[in-house]
């Protein structure tokens, strides 16, 4: 099974305030033995004509990001171009529309559907989505690093963690940028899942 982990970076938590400032995607499949380090990757900044609006952590969280985006280089693209620019991607690397001209994925991502599909959806203008669409159930992977003793779902970190014990390998990772993020996402999912 094809699946795309996928992340965003916010200047806050309120998708109707806030705005995205980053997007990522990585595509991978259950039981592949690619290399992580060349899977396709997919990674914009989201620039805008007015300012941002955001909440003090955001902008303490993120200074490289805004540095990238005060530089306006070509990873750098309207909310409006992103899901052009991601269509391209993904028929690039062999994703390709149905019979209706739709491309359906499957999305991995910590607390995908409730964070980063909203803000999605909410700042997307409607007929700027490229007739792509995401399957309605994302993968999370945190369900897969639960113990015991838990009594709510891990953080990324948690769960990165876990696997980190587990495995007894460490790899170098930025939190709160979305390539990384995505990245771990990955990570996790091939730790946990694997198919014979």
């Known amino acids: 099974m094809q699946y ?18 980053e997007f990522a995607a990585i ?4 039981g592949s033995n690619k290399p992580i380090e060349k899977l396709p990757k997919f990674h914009r900044y989201i620039k805008k004509d007015s300012s941002y609006i955001c909440d003090a952590k955001a902008i303490a969280m ?3 990001i805004f540095e990238k985006l005060a530089e306006k280089d070509e990873s750098c693209v309207f909310i409006e171009d992103l899901m052009y620019a991601f269509g391209n991607f993904l028929q690039n690397n ?12 499957n999305v991995a991502g910590k607390n995908f559907g ?10 997307i203008p409607e007929g700027h989505w490229n007739n792509i669409s995401f399957r309605q159930r994302f993968i999370d992977p945190s ?16 769960c990165v963690d876990r696997m980190n014990e587990k495995t007894g390998q460490s790899f170098a990772w930025n939190p709160h940028t979305a390539i990384d993020d995505a990245m771990q996402i990955v990570r996790l999912m091939r730790h946990k899942i694997k198919l014979y």
Not at 4 to 21: A, F, K, R, V, W
Not at 116 to 122: G, I
Not at 143 to 158: A, M, N, Q, R
């Open 62 to 64: 993120h200074p490289k």
């Open 143 to 158: 369900i897969l690093y639960l113990t015991d003793d838990d009594i709510f779902l891990p953080d990324l970190k948690t």
């Open 27 to 30: 595509i991978d499949e259950i």
């Open 4 to 21: 795309i982990s996928i992340d965003i970076e916010t200047t806050g938590l309120n998708p109707i305030e806030h705005d995205i400032i």
């Open 94 to 105: 062999e994703v390709f529309p149905n019979k209706y001209g739709q491309i359906i994925i």
């Open 114 to 123: 409730s964070f980063d599909y909203q803000f999605l959806l909410e700042k």
